[in-house]
């Protein structure tokens, strides 16, 4: 019996091994299978630290649980251009095949416009560990919009606090690739005054201005 929070993959490795025997008459070839299993246990919560976010990931429904950042007042001296996103091998995230054809952008978490400080927090951003399944009409309306506002705070307040958790309700969807879209993503913003902002985008196209995605925080 799996505990709850894990599954197991089994993979099968199939090694192929020819021999030849000889005969008066013939060449014969024997073939032997063999087929050795690999448990891979998959955790619904991995922890996941690097030089500009931190992250709980996941591997059950290939997607982030929750992300903390920071927003601070930065120098552009990367370009995003030539950048592709990439997988981590200690973790099972989702992978190219699982926004190939469909509605779903690969979402930034933390958004690059915010890294680009170096080309090396920049391509942090580009980890399959910091993408969730987000629908392309939100990626590139309110979502964004409101990253552009909080870079904007930031050039002003200071360092702003960024948590983004993202909500699977009991119905949302799972792609054939075995993917789960999230149902929505909670942003919570953090002031140098401490003072707080808090947001709800549902994962559908946006229907209302980022700012009339406010929700109270309490």
């Known amino acids: 019996m799996l505990a709850p929070n894990m599954y197991k993959v089994l993979i099968f490795s199939i090694v192929l091994f020819a021999g030849c025997q000889k005969e008066s008459s013939s060449n014969m070839k024997d073939s032997e299978t063999d087929i050795s299993i690999i448990e891979?246990?998959?955790?619904?919560s991995v922890l996941v630290g690097n030089n500009i976010f931190d992250i709980s990931y996941n591997e059950i429904f290939e997607?982030?649980?929750?992300?903390?950042?920071?927003?601070?007042?930065?120098?552009?001296?990367?370009d995003r251009d030539g950048m592709n996103?990439?997988?981590?091998?200690?973790?099972?995230?989702s992978d190219d095949n699982d926004y190939y054809n469909n509605r779903w952008d690969r979402g930034h978490m933390a958004p690059a416009g915010s890294f680009n400080d170096s080309y090396s927090n920049?391509?942090?951003?580009?980890?399959?560990?910091?993408?969730?399944?987000?629908?392309?009409?939100?990626n590139r309306g309110a979502w964004v919009d409101l990253e552009e506002k909080?870079?904007?705070?930031?050039?002003?307040?200071?360092?702003?606090?960024?948590?983004?958790?993202?909500?699977?309700?009991?119905?949302?969807?799972?792609?054939?690739?075995?993917?789960?879209?999230p149902t929505g993503f909670y942003?919570?913003?953090?002031?140098p005054d401490n003072s707080k902002k808090c947001y709800y985008f549902p994962n559908i196209t946006p229907e209302k201005n980022w700012d009339e995605y406010e929700i109270n925080c309490n």
């Open 85 to 93: 996103f990439f997988k981590v091998d200690s973790v099972h995230t």
């Open 63 to 78: 997607q982030p649980n929750w992300i903390k950042y920071q927003v601070r007042d930065i120098e552009k001296n990367a």
């Open 150 to 181: 909080v870079r904007e705070w930031a050039e002003t307040l200071g360092t702003i606090e960024v948590e983004i958790n993202l909500e699977f309700n009991s119905d949302h969807i799972t792609l054939d690739t075995g993917a789960h879209v």
């Open 40 to 44: 891979i246990e998959l955790k619904d």
């Open 122 to 138: 920049l391509l942090s951003t580009f980890s399959y560990l910091n993408v969730a399944l987000q629908y392309d009409d939100l």
């Open 187 to 191: 942003k919570f913003l953090t002031f």
